[in-house]
């Protein structure tokens, strides 16, 4: 696959659908299931699905006269390529600052604090 890029927050809309759908879907099943605030036009979902492709997130089957469109990267390895985007675009490429961020704006509950101190100590022992 191709160098992973960022996707627009429509193109996430599709892709959020076809991650948790788990199996091929066609275009009509797409459009069933998107976002309602939003008024999708078949064209303009296709043109969609056609950019994904060239990025290298979908890949289509054709099957009788419907395309099935399944993901090329899971969910997963796109949550990791998008944090290390933001951490990089906004923070330097420094972990520490991005938590510093979450300390100083009070965004960590006790529970986060703890969890994130336990993760940390998992992670000292495996190195």
């Excluded at 996430?12 to 069933?32: D, L, S, Y």
């Excluded at 054709?62 to 969910?75: D, G, H, V």
């Amino acid at each position: 696959m191709k160098k992973i890029q960022r996707m627009s927050d429509a193109e996430k809309q599709i892709m959020n659908f076809i991650w948790k759908t788990g199996r091929p879907v066609t275009t009509a099943e797409i459009m069933q299931n998107l976002p309602e605030e939003k008024e999708w036009k078949q064209n303009t979902v296709i043109t969609f699905l056609a950019r994904l492709m060239e990025k290298g997130f979908l890949k289509a089957t054709r099957i009788s006269k419907a395309n099935y469109y399944e993901p090329c990267l899971t969910e997963q390895e796109y949550r990791n390529f998008a944090t290390k985007q933001f951490i990089a675009d906004i923070h330097k490429g420094s972990v520490l600052r991005f938590i510093n961020t979450l300390c100083d704006n009070g965004d960590l509950t006790k529970e986060d604090i703890e969890n994130l101190i336990k993760r940390l100590k998992e992670y000292v022992m495996l190195c």
